[in-house]
């Protein structure tokens, strides 16, 4: 795996704050610890985040990013979490020394979390090598999964779903918080017997804390930074609240309302959409994945 490593310059700890007043997205911390990911699905935004940027990037300057983190979890009055996959995938590298070390300096205080989300299904070795041994209290991991089909179709370089959730079912018997994204969810033809057995899983075995549904949207300017343009044929050449290209509102309803009546999960919710989105489906519901 191609991978550019180098020094970052500015901090590494930011809020995520950009969110349009008509959408839904209470706000979280980004920590910069790496940018893009080898996955590269068609849809994914980072192809217009990060598009002059030719590989993924991951920083070295760990010491720094230990001493930010640190200082943000004593000095941080609002509980919080601290986002480690807004900008990457969480477990890009098969060894990680320094998110594990962040398990364990996060274990010493009870306000703040951790969250790892991935589409992977190899937990880096110094983590899997934490988990056997104790429960981290303050971390969640957090499983980014679709249909079979949609994954074949737009995630390509990325594990299979229930790979995935075979990684998850392993953090799940250690006694960690696991969580669920489908996302970006697709109608794709008999798109309700395509993610049926997705469902089922959740439902039967692996029994997540929370599941976060979100489906197709894009800002205009993505697909010029993408190979495969194919996936945004699903979407309409409109806008809905905060400028990206969205499913229609009505069959988009109709989808969350769909996953939501299959689903045992005590708390659904959604992802970046709109408060009349939310009003239909969940109420004002503001718990998401990136929320305590």
Known sequence: MAIEYRERKSKFIHPFINTAKDVICPQFYILAWAHKCNFKCSYCFLALTFRYENTPIVYTNYDNILKEVTQWLFKTDLPSILNCGELSDSFMLQSNQMLADLMDLFEQQSKHKLLFLTKSNIIPKEIEERIYTKKYNQTIFSFSINSTKVSE??????????????????LKKHNQCIRIRIDPIIEIKDYKEEYAPLISVLNDFLMPERITLGSLRFFKNLPNFTIDKDVFKHSVDHSDGDGRLRIPFEKRT?????????????????????????KVVTGIQQKCNCTL
């Open 153 to 170: 179709l737009y995630e390509v370089n990325a594990p299979s779903p229930f790979n995935r959730l075979s990684c998850a079912y392993i």
């Open 254 to 278: 109709e989808i969350y309302k769909w996953f939501k009546d299959n689903l045992k999960c005590e708390e659904i919710a959604l992802c970046k959409e709109t408060i009349d989105c939310h």
